[in-house]
């Protein structure tokens, strides 16, 4: 299908990107990799008057640590991302989820602003961001705000964004000793969306305490899912032996809330989280120096 007629503009600064989403209201968007907003126009999901392409503003791509942070630009491509040496030895969590998404067209173009701004509950890098307690920067009229991404996923294709506000930087803290994550995700076949997808991050104490805890879920609920009881659970704990783990994948799916389609039972997919937290668990908590 062909999408309806929109009006298109290709600012060249950020203000100027926001003056516009300012002026048409509601009927403006932005467009990023057109990766997720293509295909819904192209289906009539959405008819926006106004299409606001933010590739040409500079100033929005880039991945380095500074402080306690590292910083990822939202024009960042996913294909940036998978290929950066810096994200595959301290964040592997990161890197483990860019190389599972869609295929490498859909990489070369689709950016980690679009793919957590898109708040669609099948993406991948939502449920990374959150176990990793990641804080996205939103710029609009009245300059930038933090939002923390446990409070940006609001529902199904809604998050914390006002509609003249664009995401410019998604903040991850900074790599630390004694801390390690995995990415986890169950698909039909290469290239799929998940059919479950598990996201943990753990720091350790000296000790092997777990002092830091995160666990993200994807593809199981109507938004991508911070599984608090599971992390509140699990911090504090040494887990020796299997029955720690056990507990905490049998929290993470019970906080799980999987609709039964076309990717499989909504008791099957409990049981898909409830493996997968397990083994990312373990990953983690390997990655993290802590003794198997
Ligand atoms: C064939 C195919 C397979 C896919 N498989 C996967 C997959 O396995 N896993 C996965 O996670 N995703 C997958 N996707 C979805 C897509 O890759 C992501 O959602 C993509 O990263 C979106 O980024 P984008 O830059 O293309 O966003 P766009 O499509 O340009 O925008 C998406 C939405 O976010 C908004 N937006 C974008 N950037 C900003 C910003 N900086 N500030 C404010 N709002 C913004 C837009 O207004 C729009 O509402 C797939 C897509 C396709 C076409």
Redesign the pocket.
């Known amino acids: 299908m062909l999408p309806p007629s929109f009006e298109y503009a290709s600012p060249k600064s950020l203000s100027e990107a926001i003056g516009l989403l300012a002026s048409r209201g509601e009927g403006a968007?932005?467009?990023?990799?057109?990766?997720?907003?293509?295909?819904?126009l192209k289906l009539r999901l959405?008819s926006?008057s106004l299409?606001?392409d933010?590739n040409r503003i500079p100033g929005?791509n880039r991945i380095e640590e500074s402080g306690d942070l590292l910083r990822i630009g939202?024009?960042t491509?996913?294909a940036e991302v998978e290929a950066s040496a810096l994200i595959r030895k301290d964040y592997p969590i990161i890197h483990e989820?860019s190389e599972?998404?869609?295929?490498p067209?859909?990489?070369n173009?689709?950016?980690?602003?679009?793919?957590?701004?898109?708040?669609?509950p099948?993406?991948?890098?939502?449920a990374v961001m959150l176990a990793l307690g990641a804080e996205f920067v939103?710029t609009g009229p009245v300059g930038e705000r933090t939002i923390k991404a446990g409070d940006f996923f609001m529902d199904t294709?809604t998050?914390a964004?006002n509609h003249d506000?664009?995401?410019?930087e998604l903040r991850v803290p900074r790599c630390r000793p004694r801390s390690g994550g995995c990415y986890l995700?169950l698909?039909q076949k290469v290239?799929?969306?998940?059919i479950a997808?598990v996201a943990v991050q753990v720091r350790l104490t000296k000790e092997g305490e777990c002092e830091e805890m995160g666990v993200g879920l994807?593809a199981v609920g109507p938004t991508a899912i911070k599984a608090r009881r599971a992390e509140d659970w699990m911090r504090g704990k040494r887990p020796m032996g299997g029955e720690a783990v056990q507990e905490l994948a049998r929290l993470a799916a019970d906080e799980s809330n999987p609709s039964t389609d076309i990717r499989g039972m909504s008791a099957f997919k409990k049981q898909v989280v409830a493996l997968l937290v397990s083994r990312a668990f373990k990953r983690a908590y390997q990655r993290a120096g802590g003794a198997s």
């Open positions: 968007k932005v467009i990023a990799g057109g990766q997720s907003l293509i295909p819904l959405a926006p299409l606001v933010i929005l939202a024009m491509r996913m989820a599972v998404i869609g295929d067209l859909v990489r173009l689709g950016t980690m602003g679009g793919n957590v701004s898109h708040g669609d099948n993406n991948d890098m939502p939103a294709f998050v964004l506000e664009i995401l410019t995700k698909e290239g799929d969306f998940a997808g994807a």
